[in-house]
């Protein structure tokens, strides 16, 4: 079957006073209809680059995408006019991103903000519009959606506000939807909670959904498959129960390892040393200045992508052969 979704080779730049750099580097990756992958990596890694390239929205200047494909049901959403990808982002494919606060707007109240994009780009009239704000509101469980539906965001709590950003993205029906760490911002138990739904909702539609997160919990909790991002390319593709069993790169060991487990005691190892600036990145393997394996090959020349085994991809001089 063919990927509801698939990035070829995407790279995109940034420039800025130091240069023009890669944020998103050589990225190829897929999904299927009704999967959840998780994209990892820390901060800076091109991950959120990646969503935004997809749905078009690089702030340009100073971004570009600059290469590559991105095909949806066979059309490449960048040849797209701008016309065109309002149209995907109000009907196909859909954003939660990490901050509430600033992607809902301030002075529209909720029914209003959820209901602008239905009538935009799928032709209901005002009323019925409203109607269907309400219903997404009930859909991703608000208590009292009719009155929640009239308030401003400032008068919500994070957790309920994060609710609206999932109702707001789901009430297009989307076959794609990204989220962007969904639950950073929210309390433990909230969090959990608002996992169980979009899990729940993404099985409803029968939807993909592609999840960004630096936390390895929430991965293993969510999705089928993993691409581990390290310094705008990904360095390790695979299921999620391989990953985690046997973690091949450097760099997701490095992540596994400064993951707290359940009842564990043990003091964590975060990976020394700081993601490299993409305007200066180092020579060779680019997580070779942090890797405890690397050897002289690491630092002069930047390793392909091997396939160890079927399904399992890393770029790491390691696993070459
Ligand atoms: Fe470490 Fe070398 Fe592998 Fe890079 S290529 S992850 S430096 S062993």
């Not at 790279?11 to 999967?35: H, P, Y």
């Not at 059309?75 to 797209?80: A, R």
């Not at 099985?203 to 691409?227: F, K, Q, Y």
């Not at 396939?307 to 790491?316: D, L, S």
Request: a negative charge; hydrophobic letters at 40%.
């Amino acid at each position: 079957t063919k990927p509801l979704l698939d990035i070829h080779r995407l790279t995109t730049c940034f420039s800025s006073a130091q240069g023009i750099a890669k944020a998103v580097d050589n990225v190829s990756l897929s999904f299927m209809q009704g999967e959840t992958l998780a994209i990892v990596g820390e901060s800076g890694c091109g991950k959120t680059v990646l969503a935004l390239s997809i749905l078009g929205l690089i702030p340009d200047p100073p971004g570009r995408v600059t290469d590559g494909s991105i095909l949806y049901r066979d059309k490449d959403l960048l040849d797209m006019s701008e016309s065109e990808l309002m149209h995907i982002r109000g009907n196909a494919i859909s954003m939660i991103f990490q901050e509430p606060m600033t992607a809902l707007n301030p002075v529209f109240r909720i029914d209003d903000q959820i209901a602008e994009p239905l009538r935009l780009h799928q032709g209901f009239g005002k009323r019925e519009a409203l109607e269907k704000a309400v219903d997404a509101l009930n859909l991703v469980g608000i208590p009292n959606p009719a009155k929640i539906a009239r308030s401003f965001p400032h008068e919500l709590s994070g957790g309920m506000r994060q609710r609206v950003m999932i109702a707001m993205a789901l009430a297009c029906n989307p076959d794609i939807l990204i989220a962007d760490e969904p639950t950073t911002a929210l309390d433990v138990t909230i969090q959990a909670q608002i996992l169980d739904l979009m899990d729940e909702l993404r099985e409803r539609m029968n939807g993909s959904l592609m999840l960004i997160t630096h936390d390895l919990g929430v991965v293993a909790r969510m999705a089928l498959r993993v691409a581990v991002m390290y310094s705008g390319k990904i360095v390790e593709l695979a299921g999620v129960n391989d990953l985690y069993a046997e973690p091949l790169h450097p760099y997701t060991q490095g992540l596994l390892a400064s993951m707290p487990s359940l009842g564990e005691t043990r003091p964590l190892s975060p990976i020394p040393g700081i993601v490299p600036s993409i305007f200066d990145l180092p020579q060779g393997c680019r997580f070779h200045p942090r890797c405890p394996k690397a050897y002289q090959k690491c630092s002069l020349m930047l390793p392909p992508l091997f396939e160890p085994e079927p399904g399992r991809t890393v770029r790491c001089w390691l696993y070459e052969d």
